[in-house]
């Protein structure tokens, strides 16, 4: 993927980012209760008189209703609470400094700072933080006294409160959908990896996703659905590191066979995996059965249906005795089974007491996110430096459209604020995609308003089927949101009386002039990936060193006495760490091949050192599924895995010293293998390439070196 977007060239990757629709990022159902949410509060002012209170009320649940998007539950209602308050507090003080311009910009630098610091808290909170930034523009353009800002802001509360009220009231009929969903997903993406056996670690990304439904299942959700799910998402961790085992074997000693063509010896292993697909992708699709209207029609087609019932129902075949990595997969893949016949029997009902469940502690939180902070607050971090920008544009933008004038200006403070993101390509693509959408939303109202005069009723029915089309496309593609919102807030000025089409060229003239902005003040303080990649990176191989080096040591005799628990317990802390530090790396390489500048060279050697590392871990995981059962001990193993992490953390060095002018230390002696290790033992070859893998990895930083700074 990354490789096709360098070929293509960052100005061409970024146009195809600019034209794509992600499909699994509609939110058709969530923006249809978002959408909802406008109606009272624009039918309310209408009918009171108070038209101007109204659209207020609707920007208030406007803005709240995007927080929604973050989170599950308890996280979406605490950061819609939050954002509630925040945006309250906004809009007064907004209303009230705007005839102050010196009080403006101060008050806008604070916001800022703050809103970019939010996102050390999480997305939920970086999001809340956000719209409070953009309430406080937005009502800056009003210049109202203490009375009248009270008011307004009271009807901006009224309206946010009203989106939480319609959020509570859709948790009963989710039941256990999204959980159920994602731990279908990783299912499935489980099978998919048993099918192919690729020679990397199976992806991480969907474990991610179902870590964090689950760890805020629905407050309504059955308790016994809740275990069971969250035994199953644990059971697929082991099922992963299982199969890593099989593909390892699979694969045979070359690695390089694929499984339709491979080593006939191995055909026991291909085997294998072909059967664990059919069950593990029939439990995803069984788990899926209720998250919507095209799954379900998917499923319960005859050739669907047929294929669950008789997965369901299918006996883990007989296994080879002599080959224990057999009876732990048949085991775990009857398990799965087990507790996936529990769920559906269960995930149906609503349970009310489940309310006051797993409230957890306040105090623990409040240090933990604490703590967060203040490593945000170190020079070097990154977020930092977005916060500093988010400063920089919004007072950037306010003076910019006080000196010249602009009407409706605040439109300037607020599209750089929202155009700009953490990295380059983000930003280009975002103040692209808005002034396009822009353009095209402000000329489609402007037109059709030439053509009628609308009344107060058919704006409002107007302004829903917007704010939905708004909702829906947010993060399935920028451009169509763009093109919605435009409309949208065009069609809320119409409401009150603004002339369309002066609002519309004003809006687009102010977005232009935004959107400059944000993308001028990043090349001026930029953070390019291509500088960061190399840290993550070193990271990555820090992660992953110590990972393998404490699956080795798990095999050294002097363990031989100790709970197998105790180390797999602390095996899968480390995994997770090892995980996350790879996601992050793809992320970064992924980011880094559409900025300008870049050297494709480098692009294609952090690849093979992307794609060497996940071989590593592989390699581990294969071995860590050798814990899961008895296994071999051996004296020296210890010493082991002490040399593989020193070579990991020595070849870390060599990456973070990139473009820091820096030598790294002095490489130690190549790890020499156990003397009481035999190539008779089923572990001699995992062991081996494992320890060979690492040291594949120096000739590619080499080459990496070379390439990254050569600009």
């Known amino acids: 993927m990354t490789s096709e977007r360098a070929a293509n060239g960052p100005w061409r990757a970024l146009l195809d980012d600019l034209a794509s629709i ?110 409070a930034v953009e309430v406080l523009v937005v009502f800056s ?118 499984v339709n063509d491979g080593d006939p ?135 910019v459209a006080h000196v010249f004038g602009l009407k409706n200006g605040y439109w300037v403070p607020m599209t750089a604020a929202v155009v700009l993101q953490g990295d380059f390509s983000g930003t280009v693509q975002r103040g692209l995609a808005r002034l396009a959408g822009t353009l095209i939303g402000a000329v489609v109202v402007t037109e059709l308003a030439a053509l009628v005069v609308p009344s107060h009723g058919v704006l409002i029915v107007v302004i829903v089927l917007l704010t939905w089309g708004t909702y829906a496309t947010y993060r399935a593609n920028y451009f169509l949101y763009s093109i919605f919102l435009t409309s949208d807030v065009v069609a809320m000025f119409a409401m009150i009386g603004s002339p369309v089409a002066a609002t519309a060229q004003e809006r687009a003239l102010a977005t232009a002039v935004g959107g400059a902005i944000a993308i001028v003040v ?60 790879r996601q992050l790396a793809a992320t970064l390489l992924e980011g880094m091949s559409t900025e300008p500048g870049t050297q494709r060279a480098a692009i294609a050697t952090a690849g093979a050192i992307l794609s060497q590392v996940n071989f590593c871990a592989l390699l581990a995981l294969a071995l860590n599924a050798e814990l899961l059962h008895e296994h071999q001990f051996f004296t020296g193993m210890c010493e082991l895995g002490d040399a593989v992490e020193a070579v990991a953390n020595y070849q870390a060095d060599r990456l973070a010293a990139i473009g820091a002018l820096a030598d790294p230390k002095i490489a130690d002696q190549p790890p020499l293998l156990p003397s009481d290790l035999v190539t008779s033992t089923e572990l001699y070859r995992q062991i081996l390439e494992l320890v060979s893998s690492f040291h594949a990895l120096d000739g590619l930083i080499e080459e990496y070196e070379m390439a990254a700074l050569t600009v």
């Open 141 to 258: 353009a009003l210049g109202m006294g203490v009375e009248s800002s009270t008011v307004q802001a009271l009807w901006v509360l009224g309206g946010a409160l009203f989106q939480i009220v319609l959020l509570v009231l859709t948790w009963p009929t989710r039941r256990l959908d999204g959980e159920m969903a994602s731990v279908g997903e990783v299912y499935r993406r489980l099978a998919n990896y048993a099918r192919t056996a690729p020679r990397t670690a199976p992806a991480a990304d969907q474990l991610i996703a179902g870590a964090d439904w689950l760890g805020d299942p629905n407050p309504l959700g059955d308790p016994l659905a809740i275990v069971a799910l969250k035994e199953l998402f644990q059971l697929a961790q082991d099922i992963r590191l299982s199969l890593s085992a099989l593909v390892f074997d699979a694969n045979g000693p070359e690695g390089a066979q694929s």
């Open 22 to 131: 992600e499909r699994s990022g509609m939110a058709v159902s969530v923006g249809l209760r978002c959408a909802v949410g406008m109606l009272p509060p624009l039918i309310i002012g209408v009918a009171s008189g108070f038209v101007g209170d109204g659209v207020s009320a609707a920007v208030g649940a406007l803005v709240v209703g995007f927080v929604s998007f973050e989170g599950r539950y308890r996280s979406t209602l605490r950061n819609m609470v939050l954002a509630s308050v925040g945006v309250t507090v906004s809009a007064f003080v907004g209303a009230m400094a705007a005839s102050h311009l010196l009080l403006l910009l101060f008050v806008l630098a604070i916001w800022g700072l703050l809103g970019g610091l939010a996102g050390a808290f999480g997305p939920g909170m970086a999001m809340a933080a956000m719209q």
């Open 265 to 399: 010896s191995q055909q026991w292993a291909r085997d294998f995996l072909r059967q664990s697909a059919v069950i593990l992708e029939a439990i995803g699709d069984q788990l899926s059965l209720s998250t919507s209207l095209r799954a379900k029609a998917r499923l319960w087609s005859r050739r669907h249906r047929r294929l669950l019932a008789d997965s369901l129902d299918l006996v883990v075949p007989a296994i080879d005795e002599s080959r224990p990595i057999l009876g732990l997969v048949a085991r775990q893949l009857d398990r799965a089974l087990t507790l996936t016949g529990e769920i559906s029997a269960t995930s149906s009902r609503v349970v009310l007491p489940g309310l006051n469940r797993e409230r957890g502690n306040l105090d623990e939180t409040v240090r933990r996110r604490l703590s967060g902070l203040r490593q945000v607050l170190a020079t070097d971090s990154e977020l930092l430096f977005h916060a500093g920008r988010l400063v920089l544009v919004l007072v950037a933008g306010t003076y």
């Open 522 to 581: 990043f090349v001026l303080w930029p953070t390019w990936r291509r500088r960061l990649l190399p840290g993550a990176l070193a990271a990555m191989l820090r992660t992953q060193g110590a990972y393998a080096a404490a699956v080795l040591r798990a095999f050294d005799v002097s363990h031989a006495d100790e709970p197998a628990e105790t180390s797999v317990e602390a095996l899968r802390v480390l995994s997770v760490g090892a995980r996350s530090a």
